[in-house]
């Protein structure tokens, strides 16, 4: 599925059955008046690629425009970036001798911050016809009462003045019915050059992530100059962030949430994402899986290990999905930049240790003696349970990622506080050589002689984490390089 030379993954949430509901219901209720949806969900629920894969959908048999508002915030003018994305969407629709297009554009300039006037000295004399300056000087050379004077001058000034703003106010009145008849007029020439549908849908993405002026103003463009019959606007916002923006402008006392019920007809919110659904959207769009990393352990050479293995973490975590990607983003910066084998789920506890749980990832790193045993200090966090778990999938030299309830084989799971004191121990230098010998032995003998198969299945794991090339230096290395990504 592609849109502006952009691919976008397969829908593993089904959500075309909601975009498909969305579009029935406004194709049959834009008629009077249009129609202005929001379309709501969390940062990271997947309100970009709804947005894209439904205009996917309709491109071919409705009007369309899609406006990035964040994108496009720096213009500081609303109604400039959506009459901009309208006639660039639309006229490639229309034929060269169609005027509909160049008639707007003359008319819209004079509602364009760029074109409108601050009231100074030249702006009364081109609106009344008054010099301000003449009149200081006749009021100078008049001997009479100066406040008697500044009574009448100013008088003048001020009737004239008044006469011209009225005059001005009802014109832009006049020019806004003009570009509301005119913007119908290239919404149905449109629809009858390319054989389109009625309502004409124009999506706004990311407007809750605007300047929280610019956001505002956005909604108040749409509400005076759009609401048209056969004209639907879907806007698609994290809405409790919008509120927070209008709350910027208005005040903390502000009541947001009636405000926008004022532009938005109806509000329909997304099915949030769970961690690993959204990881695998993440994983689908972003990283490109290198079969050199099959060489970690848990083993992550294919996409849906990858997803395992983060998943893991960041649920142990309970993670924002915002910290999710950032996590992916630093997992990967990792292991696209060294040959050195390592433990996957270690790197990425230090990262989050790091961001969320500094004293006890500093307590880690800085740590040089190898039987040290990290219980106590762990415990702080939150979540200290056995979900750290590895699989063979009966493979007798597998050792993948895998998350409770979906596994079969022989699994062993670990919590946070073995994983950290098992590779303090691999990370360091051993006592001597016959230290190492001695317990690569036990684990060999383990691996032969234990009638358990999760026994031998765990030493074989310690066996592979004993010939790890990284050692603690490049953990700390790693992880402070990635975090210079952060912000």
Known sequence: MTHDD?????????RK?????????????A??????????????????????????????????????????????DPMLTVISSILDAFSEHLPPENETISKIGVRVSRFFKAAAPVLTKGVIKKLSGLDVDHLAERMDEDGSDEEEQGQDVYGEVGAKLADCLIKEHNEKLASVQFLRNEIKLLVE????????????????????RCRPTYAVEMLETIKHFFELDNVVFVIATDT???????????????????????????????????RYQFIEQVVQTKVTINDNWMEHIPR???????????????????????????????????????????????????????DKY???????????????????????????????????????????????????????????????????????????????????????????????????FDAYLKLICLGFTAKKEDYKNWVELAVSFDN
Request: proline share 3%; glycine share 6%; charged share 20%.
């Open 300 to 354: 992550i050479g294919n996409a849906e290990f990858f997803c395992y293995a983060v998943a893991v973490v960041a649920d142990h975590f309970e993670l924002s999905l915002r910290d999710t990607e950032q996590l992916i983003d630093k997992f990967v910066a990792v292991l696209n930049n060294t040959n050195k084998t390592m433990n996957s789920y270690l790197l990425l506890i230090l990262f989050v240790l790091r």
């Open 31 to 76: 008629s009077n008046g249009g129609y202005v949806l929001n379309v709501n969900a969390k940062w990271g629920a997947g309100k970009t690629y709804f947005i894209n894969r439904w205009i996917e959908s309709i491109k071919e048999h409705h009007p369309v425009v899609y406006v990035d508002a964040w994108k496009q915030d720096y213009s500081d």
């Open 189 to 208: 020439a449109v629809k009858g050059s390319q054989e389109l549908d009625f309502p004409a849908f124009i999506f706004i993405d990311e407007l809750d």
């Open 240 to 274: 409790e962030q919008l509120q927070h923006a209008v709350k910027a402008v208005y005040g903390e006392g502000f009541d947001a949430q009636t405000y926008l019920g004022r532009f938005f007809r109806r509000r329909y919110s997304l099915n949030e994402l769970s």
């Open 358 to 456: 500094y004293p006890l990832y500093s307590e880690w790193i800085s740590n040089d003696e190898p039987s040290r045993v990290f219980s106590d200090s762990f415990n702080k966090i939150k979540n200290t349970d056995s979900n750290f778990g590895i699989s063979n999938y009966r493979e007798n030299r597998g050792a993948f990622p895998i998350r409770k309830g979906n596994y079969e084989g022989v699994t062993v799971f670990y919590n946070i506080n073995e994983i950290l004191t098992d590779m303090n121990r691999y990370t360091l230098p051993w006592g001597s050589e016959v230290d190492r010998v001695d317990h690569q032995g036990h684990l060999h003998s383990t691996m032969e002689n234990s009638h358990e198969s999760k026994n031998r």
């Open 6 to 14: 952009i691919t976008y993954p397969t829908d593993t949430l089904n």
């Open 17 to 29: 059955q909601y975009a498909e509901f969305l579009h029935n219901y406004l194709a049959s209720n």
